[in-house]
């Protein structure tokens, strides 16, 4: 089998919720397309779903890395790699301490020079500052 024919077909399984081991970041965009680039649809979901429960160490920039490499490698379109960045670091900030590890992200890519860090830092900044007003909005309530 190819490579492209097995990422499809533990797509195909996640996306039935068999549970994999590892979703690598060719399985992780695969199932972003295959949902529509919607982060609520399977397979993208459960693609997602390990990152609320990940621990986060130096391992978190390895799989941020695997992601942008495969996107860029692999989606054409700049609009529809953001929507898998922004789920990406969206369900990041969804964690108890999702203010925290986006906060980390941010500050490491500020010191950086990533060959895709200008498509992901304008968005890591929107998700944070989402962040922020939709706390001062929940204070207010």
């Given at each position: 089998m190819t490579r492209k024919e097995v990422v499809a077909v533990v797509t195909t399984l996640l996306?039935?919720?068999?549970e994999?081991?590892?979703?690598t970041p060719a399985i992780f965009v695969e199932s972003a397309r295959r949902a529509g680039w919607d982060k609520r649809s399977s397979p993208f979901s459960e693609a997602l779903a390990?990152?609320?429960?990940?621990?986060?160490t130096e391992n978190i920039f390895a799989i941020i890395s695997g992601i942008a490499s495969e996107a860029?490698?692999?989606?054409?379109?700049?609009n529809e790699r953001a929507l898998?960045?922004?789920?990406?670091?969206?369900?990041i900030a969804?964690?108890?301490?999702?203010?925290?590890v986006?906060?980390?992200?941010?500050?490491?890519?500020?010191?950086?020079?990533?060959?895709?860090?200008?498509?992901?830092?304008?968005?890591?900044?929107?998700?944070?500052t989402s962040m922020a007003i939709?706390?001062?909005?929940?204070?207010?309530?």
């Open positions: 996306g039935y919720r068999y994999v081991i590892t979703v390990p990152l609320v429960n990940l621990r986060v860029i490698r692999e989606v054409a379109d700049n898998i960045i922004r789920a990406f670091l969206e369900t969804a964690r108890r301490d999702g203010i925290r986006l906060g980390l992200i941010s500050r490491v890519f500020q010191g950086v020079q990533l060959p895709w860090r200008d498509e992901w830092v304008p968005i890591i900044n929107d998700v944070i939709d706390f001062i909005n929940k204070v207010n309530s």
